[in-house]
């Protein structure tokens, strides 16, 4: 295991976040498994890419294993997954890990990810993603079945090294080889800055990866851990309607893209199982005098209405010949090296 190459990509957008990307690299610095380089990739900032590439400079040329860090402008149109087709296309390790610029990487981390990788199979792997609350605690009504709204694993998914559709993008690995077959992240789905919280452009690159490789087996391990900030905006009823509409939206993209049958595979059990169980449980703690329990199934609730919600409106605008206002979704041709 210990000549497996990583190429970290942390993909920026803000100064406001700037002590959390220092933070962020710094814990990839300081992994028991070094990684082979850091690409912190900025996307349309010059001031924040001017600011970072005076900041590590001197990680550069002679820099021990683990501490080289290259500074990237992103080379495609705005948003997340161009930002990640820029340092997946520069990448010089045997494979790519990604992180987000407001977490931090255990020191274990990568060698988690890398003994994954035992079996040739294996072309992803992701690991467990925990939540830290800008206020010290979760919100008493936020419900665990919900996690993801805040990029953090959430309750339904398996425990320990276990099979999946697909890996979550703030941590997650691929073989080098996994891009030259399946192509990059496809753009208009994912993320854009601060605009409407898109997503699931992993889940659209892991279902294609399936498909280009049948035999391809991608993983979770939930000791590879990251912890992930949650700012005080992000803990509000109103985010967390507004990342549940998002969320619908980005199925509908998905579903467009690789078709309903892989593209709600997963979310088809999670709904059907896991959301009413969890409804359950906070009704039951209600009845017990459990602070949350009303509110944590009421979300619940909400939560689903209001992803269903995104997902209609989607449909409807591509049945209807409406462009999207996030624009066409577009993947990258097979990377060779280069930009995308």
């Not at 550069?60 to 149109?77: F, H, K, M, Q, Y």
């Not at 890398?114 to 040739?120: C, L, N, Q, S, T």
């Not at 694993?153 to 891009?179: D, E, K, M």
């Not at 609730?301 to 992803?307: F, K, Q, R, S």
Request: aromatic share 8%.
């Amino acid at each position: 295991m210990s000549h497996r190459t990583f190429s970290v990509v942390i993909c920026v957008y803000t100064e406001e976040r700037w002590t959390d990307i220092l933070t962020a690299v710094e814990s990839v610095r300081r992994q028991s498994l070094p990684a082979l380089e850091t690409l912190v990739v900025v996307d349309h900032n010059p001031r924040l890419l001017d600011r970072l590439t005076e900041e590590f400079t001197g990680s550069r040329g002679s820099a021990s294993p683990g501490e080289e860090v290259r500074v990237l402008a992103n080379a495609g149109p705005r948003g997340l997954s161009a930002g990640r087709n820029t340092g997946i296309a520069v990448s010089r390790g045997e494979f790519v890990a990604f992180l987000d610029d407001d977490a931090v990487a255990e020191h274990d981390w990568l060698r988690r990810l890398a003994e994954g990788y035992d079996d040739p199979r294996v072309m992803a792997v992701g690991g467990r993603t925990l939540p830290v609350w800008a206020s010290g605690r979760r919100p008493a009504w936020f419900p665990e079945e919900f996690d993801w709204v805040v990029g953090c694993t959430y309750r339904g998914l398996p425990p320990g090294r276990v099979r999946v559709r697909n890996v979550l993008g703030g941590n997650a690995s691929f073989r080098r080889t996994a891009f030259d077959a399946a192509g990059g992240f496809a753009t208009g789905i994912g993320r854009d800055g601060d605009r409407r919280p898109l997503g699931c452009e992993e889940t659209e690159l892991c279902i294609r990866l399936g498909r280009a490789l049948p035999d391809a087996v991608l993983l979770i391990d939930d000791r590879a851990v990251i912890h992930h900030r949650v700012p005080a905006q992000r803990e509000r009823f109103r985010y967390f309607r507004t990342r549940t509409y998002a969320e619908g939206l980005s199925k509908a993209l998905v579903s467009h893209s690789v078709g309903s049958g892989k593209g709600l595979e997963t979310e088809r059990r999670y709904t059907t199982r896991v959301l009413p169980a969890g409804v359950v449980r906070g009704l039951r703690d209600a009845l017990l005098g459990r602070p949350g329990g009303a509110g944590r199934a009421g979300a619940i609730l909400a939560g689903v209405a209001t992803a269903a919600a995104g997902y209609a409106v989607a449909r409807a605008r591509a049945r209807s010949g409406v462009a999207f206002s996030h624009g066409p979704i577009t993947s990258h041709a097979p990377l060779e090296g280069g930009t995308p």
